[in-house]
C-alpha cells in the first residue's frame, strides 16, 4: 500500500450496540475494496475482523479491529469496535483517534442500549459522525421508525441522505437525494451491483421533499451556500457535499444512509460517502498536546514535516509477532528504524518493522504521514495510552479516557506455585486492556480484579488459562472493613519474662481517643521525668502501629486514633526495645476494648445515570442497599442519581442495574470514606468472620 498524503486520509470508527452488523459491514467494505477475495462472515467465523480464537467461537468481536484499504484514491483506515458494554473501554480508544465515526443501527429495532451509550462517548469526543440503517432486507424493517429514533432517543439532527426503495423483504434499492438519482441492486452477496434506474413514481414526492430538506441543512452552516438555495432553490451535488462535511464537523448534523451489510447492499454508496462526506485530518484540525516539560500546552498541526506526535491507542497480543502497537500519527511521521521518544514513560524507543493492518493481515510500511495509522511490533516498554514524540518537541498527548471498573471480584489460583505466573499475566491483560486491572488488598489478603461487567473477567480468565496457563477461580470479594474506637480509654501493660541470663521488661501506659473520620492515626509522646527512657519510645510506637494491623473487634486495621503513651517504667539491665514494642502492642489491644471498639465499612460515592421512567426503581433499590440518595439532575431522557451506599451492598451492581433498566442503566463510582456499621449488620458480620476464621483452622 502506497503512501497517502494527509488529506487522502479518513480515520473512522463504526459503533453500535452488539449485533447489529458493524462487522458484516466492515467486511463487504473490505470485499468492494478488493481487501478481500471473499465475504468475510461472522456465523462461519471467515472474518478478517474477528479473528480471534474467543471472538470467533462466541461470534462477537471483542477486541477493537483495524483494516486499512484504499477507496477511490483515498485510504480509509476503518476501526470496527467492540458493542459489548463490557468492552467499552475499546470504544474510547477508537473515538480517541478516529476523525469520524459510522454509528449503526438495525432497522427494525432503531436505537438500542448500546446506541446510547455509544453516543455519549461520541459527544464526548466531538465525533463528527454519519448514521447507517443496516439490515434494512430484514422482517420489519422500517427505514423511517429508525430514523426517527435517532432524534427521539438521541436527539440527533439526522437526515435522511438516501431513501430505501423497498423494505424487509422487498429491499431492492436506493434513491441517492444527494445526486437525485435511484439505482437498483441487482445480484446480491459476492455478485452484488446496482445499475441506475429513474426515480420510481412512489418515492418521486417524497424523494423531493427530502432532496430539499438536505439542501437546505447543507447550506445552513455556509452563508454562500445559504445564498445560493435562496436563489436557485437548488444545490449542485458538490455544494450539497461541501456543506455536509462542514456541518459533520462542526457536530450538528448527522447525515443518514441504509443498506443491508449481510447482502452486500448498498454498502458501496455508503463508502462513497465515507470519502466525499466525512473529514480528513486536515479538516479536523490541530491536536493540542501537553509539554512533557511542563511548559505549558502545545500545537501539533496535521503535517508530515513537522516534528513527531503518536499515540499508541490500542496494545495486541499475538502469538507469532509479540505485541503488536496500533499507532495514530497526529503529527510528523514514522518510518521503520528511526527513534522515538516515549514521553509518558521518558523512555527511548527504536521502532522496528512497521505494518499496514487488515485485521489479522500484515503488509509492510516504510513509512506513514501525519494523520494515518499504523501497526508497530516489540515496542519494549510502550503501551496503550503511551505518546511517541521526537526528542527535539518532547510532548504527551491525552490519552483515551478509559471509564472506571464497574465489577470486582476476588481471584486465586487453583493449583499453589501458579502465583507469579497469575500476576504475569494479568498485567500483560491490564497492558492490552486498561479498563482490565488487577489490585492487592492488603487488609483482606485477597487479589481482586476489576473490569466492566461479567463478560470481560470470564473472558480474561479464559484468556488467562489458554495464553498462560494458569487456572483460577473468581469468587465474591471479602469488603476491606477497618476498626475504629467510640471513646476515650486508658490502661497499662508490664511486659515481664526471665528466663535465665538478662530478661525482658517493659511498662507502657497508653492512653486512647478517637479522632475525626479520615485523619488515619496520630501518636503522641507525653511522658515526663525519663519514666521510659527516649531511646525506647521509637519502639512504642513500633508496637503500637503493629497493633493497628490487627483490631480486637474482626481483626480488620485500626483507623482513625490517637494513642499517647505518658507512663512506663523501664529496667536498667532487662529493657530493650523488643520488650517495650511487645508491651505496646498488648497494652493498645487493652486499651481499644476498653474504648468501645466499632466496626467501619467503606462507602461509595456513586452516579447512576438511568432512562427517566426507571428513576423511581433505581432509586427504591439504593435505598434498599442502605444508600442516601445526595440528589438528581435531569439530562435530556436521562437522570443522574447521586448517592452514597455501602460497598458490602455493591456486589454484582452493574449487572442488577442493567437488568432493573432493560440494559440501559449505567453507572461509576469511586471511595469516599468510612462509616460506622449499623450495630445489628456489625454484629453478623463479626460473626460471619469468626465461622469463616474457624472453618479454615479446621481445613487446615
Known amino acids: 500500500m502506497k503512501e497517502y498524503g494527509t488529506e487522502q486520509i479518513r480515520n473512522v470508527a463504526l459503533v453500535a450496540h452488539h449485533g447489529v452488523g458493524k462487522t458484516s459491514l466492515a467486511e463487504a467494505m473490505l470485499f468492494l475494496a478488493k481487501a478481500n477475495s471473499r465475504l468475510g462472515r461472522v456465523a462461519d467465523g471467515s472474518t478478517m475482523l474477528d479473528y480471534g480464537a474467543d471472538e470467533i467461537e462466541r461470534q462477537m468481536t471483542i477486541n477493537l479491529g483495524l483494516a486499512q484499504f484504499e477507496w477511490q484514491g483515498h485510504k480509509i483506515n476503518l476501526i470496527d469496535t467492540p458493542g459489548y458494554l463490557d468492552f467499552v473501554g475499546d470504544v474510547h480508544s477508537a473515538l480517541r483517534v478516529a476523525d469520524s465515526a459510522l454509528l449503526v443501527i438495525r432497522a427494525n429495532a432503531g436505537v438500542e442500549v448500546g446506541t446510547e451509550v455509544v453516543w455519549e462517548i461520541l459527544k464526548q469526543e466531538k ?9 434494512m432486507d430484514k ?12 432524534h427521539d432517543r438521541l436527539g440527533l439532527n439526522a437526515v435522511a441522505t438516501q431513501l430505501p426503495i423497498g423494505e424487509a423483504e422487498s429491499f431492492g434499492g436506493i434513491v441517492d437525494l444527494i445526486e437525485n438519482k ?17 426515480i ?9 421533499e427530502a432532496r430539499a430538506f438536505l439542501m437546505e441543512e447543507a447550506a445552513t452552516g455556509d452563508e454562500e451556500l445559504m445564498e445560493k438555495f435562496i436563489g436557485r432553490g437548488e444545490l449542485s451535488v458538490e455544494d450539497i457535499r461541501k456543506g455536509l462535511c462542514e456541518r459533520v464537523v462542526q457536530g450538528d448534523l448527522t447525515p443518514v444512509f441504509c443498506c443491508s451489510a449481510h447482502g452486500n447492499l448498498g454498502v458501496r454508496e455508503v463508502l462513497d460517502e465515507v470519502v466525499d462526506v466525512l473529514p480528513s485530518p486536515l479538516d479536523v484540525g490541530t491536536e493540542i498536546a501537553r509539554s512533557a516539560n511542563g511548559d505549558g500546552e502545545v500545537r501539533c498541526p496535521p503535517d508530515s514535516d513537522q516534528p513527531l506526535a503518536a499515540l499508541v491507542y490500542k496494545t495486541l497480543s499475538e502469538q507469532h509477532l509479540g505485541d503488536l502497537s496500533l499507532v495514530r500519527i497526529f503529527s510528523g511521521h514514522l518510518e521503520a528504524g528511526m527513534e522515538a521518544m516515549n514521553t509518558t514513560r521518558g523512555r527511548s524507543e527504536k521502532l522496528g518493522t512497521l505494518y499496514h493492518v487488515i485485521g489479522k493481515e500484515r503488509f509492510d510500511c516504510k513509512r506513514a504521514s501525519a494523520g494515518d495509522m499504523v501497526a508497530a511490533v516489540k515496542l519494549r516498554e510502550t503501551h496503550t495510552g503511551d505518546t511517541l514524540a521526537a526528542k ?43 479498563t482490565f486491572a488487577r489490585v492487592y488488598e492488603p487488609s483482606t489478603h485477597e487479589s481482586l480484579v476489576l473490569g466492566m461487567g461479567d463478560l470481560q473477567l470470564e473472558i480474561m480468565v479464559e484468556r488467562l488459562r489458554k495464553r498462560f496457563g494458569v487456572d483460577v477461580v473468581l469468587t465474591k470479594p471479602h469488603v476491606p472493613y477497618r476498626e475504629t474506637v467510640r471513646g476515650n480509654a486508658q490502661d497499662e501493660y508490664r511486659h515481664k519474662k526471665q528466663t535465665g541470663g538478662r530478661g525482658q521488661f517493659g511498662e507502657v501506659h497508653l492512653r486512647i481517643e478517637p479522632l475525626q473520620r479520615g485523619e488515619g492515626f496520630k501518636f503522641l509522646n507525653e511522658v515526663k521525668g525519663g519514666v521510659i527512657p527516649t531511646q525506647f519510645i521509637p519502639a512504642v510506637e513500633k508496637g503500637v502501629v503493629a497493633g493497628l494491623d490487627r483490631g480486637p473487634v474482626a481483626g480488620y486495621p485500626v483507623v482513625d486514633v490517637q494513642v499517647a503513651v505518658f507512663f512506663g517504667k523501664a529496667h536498667d539491665v532487662d529493657s530493650s526495645e523488643m520488650a517495650f514494642k511487645i508491651a505496646a502492642e498488648t497494652c493498645f489491644h487493652q486499651v481499644m476494648l476498653k474504648a468501645g471498639p466499632v466496626l ?60 432493573l433498566t432493560q440494559g440501559r442503566g449505567m453507572h461509576a463510582s469511586t471511595f469516599s470514606h468510612y462509616e460506622e456499621v449499623p450495630r445489628e449488620l456489625a454484629e453478623r458480620v463479626v460473626a460471619a468472620i469468626r465461622s469463616e476464621k474457624e472453618a479454615g483452622a479446621h481445613a487446615t
Open 139 to 150: 422482517e420489519h424493517a422500517s427505514f423511517r421508525n429508525a430514523l426517527q429514533s435517532l
Open 600 to 659: 467501619l465499612e467503606p462507602i461509595e460515592e456513586m452516579t447512576v445515570r438511568v432512562p427517566e421512567e426507571f428513576l423511581g426503581d433505581v432509586m427504591g433499590d439504593l435505598s434498599s442497599r442502605r444508600g442516601r440518595i445526595l440528589g438528581t439532575e435531569a439530562d435530556g431522557h436521562y437522570q443522574e442519581i447521586r448517592a452514597t451506599v455501602p460497598a458490602a451492598e455493591l456486589y454484582k451492581y452493574s449487572t442488577h442495574l442493567r437488568s
Open 200 to 208: 420510481p413514481d412512489e418515492l418521486a414526492t417524497a424523494a423531493a
Open 127 to 135: 465525533t463528527p459522525t454519519l448514521a447507517v440503517v443496516n439490515m
Open 392 to 434: 527535539s518537541r518532547p510532548v504527551v498527548l491525552a490519552p483515551p479516557d478509559f471509564p472506571g471498573p464497574a465489577t470486582a471480584e476476588c481471584i486465586r489460583s487453583k493449583n499453589k506455585g501458579d502465583e507469579e505466573k497469575m500476576v504475569q499475566g494479568l498485567t500483560r491483560l491490564h497492558e492490552e486492556d486498561p
Open 182 to 198: 435511484a439505482y437498483l441492486f441487482e445480484g446480491r452477496g459476492m455478485e452484488e451491483h446496482s445499475k441506475e434506474v429513474p
